[in-house]
């Protein structure tokens, strides 16, 4: 997983994944790291998509339009 996905919810990590076309925070376990990666442990299956740098305009339930 891209780091810049994940943010800091509580005492763990999060991200938003986009599901049915809104984004929806969720909490993940992480592993190793590297400098740009950070393996996901738990939380997320590997086809699920996430949001790559979440800003403040991003909250539960913001839709979300994606290229293909």
Known sequence: MPS???FRMGEG???YRVENGKAVRTL???GMRSANATEITE???PDQRVI???DERITEGTRIQHAD
Do not use: N, R
């Open 52 to 54: 790559i740098q979440p």
């Open 4 to 6: 810049p996905a994940l």
């Open 43 to 45: 939380g997320l299956q």
């Open 28 to 30: 993940v376990k992480t």
């Open 13 to 15: 990590w999060a991200v």
